[in-house]
């Protein structure tokens, strides 16, 4: 069956750095569009990252960010440097049965749990 579980989330003082994993089982990353997002309390989950395709950022993080799949491990990954306030959320990890799908969060067919990040000022 079809998993996805990220870690490597936690606290960071702003201008901080983490990378967040995401383990997939039950398919194969390098045939799926893979992405990030993101949910803020009182926030809509929204796209930060996705890779397949095409490889799409969001403004906020343009620079900041890097996604990437290490397909040896079938784990896709977010490294994010220069952290800040605004970057604190629950990040979740999803799939896309369509090499086309880019940030829309209906294009995603699998979704993990969610690791949080929290970034002090």
Request: glycine letters at 10%; a positive charge.
């Amino acid at each position: 069956q079809v998993q996805l579980v990220e870690s490597g989330g936690g606290s960071v003082q702003a201008g901080g750095s983490l990378t967040l994993s995401c383990a997939a089982s039950g398919f194969t990353i390098s045939s799926y569009t893979m992405a990030w997002f993101r949910q803020s309390p009182g926030k809509e989950r929204r796209g930060v990252a996705q890779v397949g395709r095409y490889m799409t950022y969001s403004d906020s993080v343009k620079g900041r960010f890097t996604i990437f799949k290490d397909r040896t491990k079938n784990t896709l990954y977010l490294q994010m440097n220069s952290l800040n306030p605004e970057d604190t959320a629950m990040y979740y990890c999803a799939a896309s049965q369509s090499q086309w799908a880019r940030l829309g969060e209906s294009e995603y067919h699998y979704w993990g749990q969610g690791t949080q990040v929290t970034v002090s000022s």
